[in-house]
């Protein structure tokens, strides 16, 4: 029997499956899909063990965006004009009393979208909006068409190649705007498409358009001077335009990132702070200003209290989004500073389960942090500069 388990254990790690002590059945699956700085691959490591399940070569360096189920990793390549897609392999399943956990090997499907300059991808309600922003055409395929292997890509074509993006609202898309005098500057705002590709009705204004999340029912899409909210209405999403604070300074959001479990957004706002945002509240935004400039943050799906902020010099910090205040750092790496180009590798963080992993691209490491003590457990050597990083898993009973 002892060698037996040992076995059946051994094969349960290398698929990234941990076995729980109290149901037989019942096992917690995660992996991490890290893409290299400088190199065209992604490394596939089993969060729990610690060792490389895969690696996949891309066709060129990539930044991985995971879909809301988990089922599929996209490999988004600005330089090498194509997206490719990875099966997990990790997919849960809800049946009201109980979940259930499938967790087969992880591959790199053969299917793949291809056009100029890929950037942003949104996924909403199961459908992938990928934005060439080379040619200004937004390529929108169903998730569950992609893992069956022949996808249907609708094509969505603004007036010209811009830095925009495209989220789906059930039959109609939220597209971009281009800003038609200068066009290789920010959109100037948001249009709504019916099914047909027909605009529903005139452009919402969002001069300097960048940055949009979802949380709960709602979308939120950044703005010059506020937020752009969008929501199911009865005939089509409803936008209304929440402004910023009067007693916030001069600024605004770039990049945000949707609350899991508890409704709200995070954003960056200015080089050394973070903004909390509760659009249904009164007092909207609440600014929390950092101790060094701000490297990446990220929202913890697992523990909804929490969200986590990497700063140059080296520390992760535990935001409390009830209280708006850090509530613990830790000092992690040498410095990382912010001077010099955008996009020079730097940490990144993600949450799997019960650890926080931050990548140290100069170390070729990954930190796993307890998150329940927030302390340092271990350190996985990963080859090359280990940058961009997502998680993918779940518990659940196995059949």
Known sequence: MTSFFNKASAAALLLGVMPTATLADEQTAWRLFIADHGQPAVHVIDAVSGTELASFA???PATLYRSGSGRTVFAVQRDGNVVQVISSGISTSDHGDHGDLKVEETKLLDMAVAGTRPVHFVDHGGNIALFFDGEGIARIVPETEVLAGSPSVREIRTDAPH?????????????????KEKPDE?????????????PAGGLHACPDLHGEAASGNIVAIACARGLLIAQAGDKGPSIGFLPYSDQLPEGKVTTLLGGRGLQYFLGNYGPSAIVLIDPTADDA????????????????????????????????????????????????????????????????????????????????????????SFEKTRDIAIAGKPFNIVAVGGSGETH
């Open 186 to 198: 920010l959109p100037v705002g948001i249009r709504v498409l019916d099914a047909q590709g027909t």
């Open 163 to 179: 830095h925009g993006v495209a989220i789906t609202f059930g039959d109609h898309v939220l597209v971009t705007e281009p800003n």
């Open 285 to 372: 935004f609440r600014r929390i200003e950092l101790p060094t400039r701000r490297v990446h943050f990220a929202v913890d799906p697992v523990r909804p209290k929490f969200a986590y902020v990497f700063t140059e010099d080296g520390r992760l910090h535990q935001l409390d989004v009830i209280s708006g205040k850090i509530a613990r750092s830790l000092a992690l790496t040498e410095p990382y500073s912010m001077d010099g180009h955008w996009s020079d590798p730097r940490p990144r963080v993600a949450v799997a389960g019960d650890a926080i992993f931050v990548t140290d691209p100069l170390k070729s490491t990954l930190h796993m942090i307890d998150a329940a």
């Open 58 to 60: 891309t066709r060129a």
